[in-house]
């Protein structure tokens, strides 16, 4: 048996689960780990054996999103690689990494603040000086002004939009490039553009009688900062999974209709909340001529969804959720809106990272949840609040691929690069796609959401 581990499973210290990795590394040899609670599904099973290997395994082999939700996902040519990480940082133990780094934070001080985006594995989530959504960090690195250097620990258009708000004497840092996104990498400027062309041939340019524009775009927050330029450029606008209802509300008040990419799920799940009918909301294919829809359908449109989606929250079903309830009758299931319609329609409520957390921090003691959202996120939330049962819907673990790909190696490698003066891995957006990037973001934060303003990141 692992040391340090009971035969429950868990640490010796406590009833603290398993951190994911730490899960993963169990199965991997034979030894799942039982749940903190007996009463609750165990994880005894990977999606891929390969997500107990270390990441630089996958930097050296044919480009991929690598183990994981996004394994089976097509990554486009050209998509950033990582290159060679030091031998020194790959044979380097647990105890000295955390040294290593925790040498470098010191050395660094006020300079440094790193971010740690909700996904991550707690391995990486113990650096952090904040954690929370994409674009919550994102601002938070603006409340830390006399820092030099911003060290995201998440993906690649997450750190994309935290260098266009952050001041340009200061470096943005990806610890591995390839950290991507699949379902950003969904709709690229070029195809975006074509579909743009072929509805402006469509509907032409003009604005009806009452002055709204035959389309607005919106681009959810996880896209590349060239879509969220294309947005400003157009007359568009950026959302969040919190802000999504007011965001579509706001582009059918200046459109006829609105183009939502790159989520369907996303779109649909929005559009539906607000009334909108199925049948106004066609699928646009990016490979089919008008998107694979007829001048009818789309002219009758409210919204036309691009074909992309979050290959984590494609996993969750609604047998999912019918197993969970036949367990705990008395189950609360939440689920993040970039889940299918059906699954969001079968769940007790939907909502954003931060909408699950505060949902589950207000809940009486004694609450049960069945969360469909990143494994490493429910497993930090369930140890987070004993005081409940939490368990992920999906009891086979398979973590984002590509959030994934950050680990405590990489986080040394760069640190230590920054005490010499080095900067590794840094991201940087032209001003040309940042300036209209820029007003989509600034439009997109006036439109709060209506129940409950985003809270605060938690500072680590």
Known sequence: MRPGLSSAGREDSGDKLLSIDETIQLIRIGEPPANQNSSLPAATSVCSTALADAPWVFDAQEPGYGPGASMHDMLPAGSPQQGFLPQEYRQASKSELDRRIRAAKAALGDRLVILGHFYQRDEVIQYADFVGDSFQLANAARTRPQAEFIVFCGVHFMAETADMLSRPDQSVVLPNLAAGCSMADMADLDSVTDCWNELEELFGTAPDAVGRQPVVPVTYMNSSAALKGFCGQHGGVVCTSSNATEVLKWALERGQRALFFPDQHLGRNTGKAIGIPLEQMPLWDPNQRFGGSDARTLHDSRVILWHGFCSVHKRFTVGQIKAARRRFPDVRVIVHPECPMPVVDAADASGSTDY?????????????????????????????????????????????????????????????????????????????????ARVALERMLSLKPASSVESAVTSA
């Not at 999906?394 to 959030?403: A, E, H, L, R």
């Not at 230590?416 to 900067?423: D, I, P, Y």
């Open 356 to 436: 699950i957390t505060k949902a589950i921090a207000g809940a009486p003691a004694g609450s049960t949840f069945a969360i469909g959202t990143e494994i490493n996120l429910v497993q930090r939330l369930a140890n987070q609040n004993p005081q409940h049962k939490i368990f992920c819907l999906d009891s086979v673990v398979c973590p984002c691929s590509t959030m994934y790909r950050i680990h405590p190696s990489y986080i040394a490698w760069v640190l230590e690069a920054l005490t010499r003066g080095q900067v590794l891995n840094r991201i940087t957006v032209t001003e040309e796609v940042a300036i209209p």
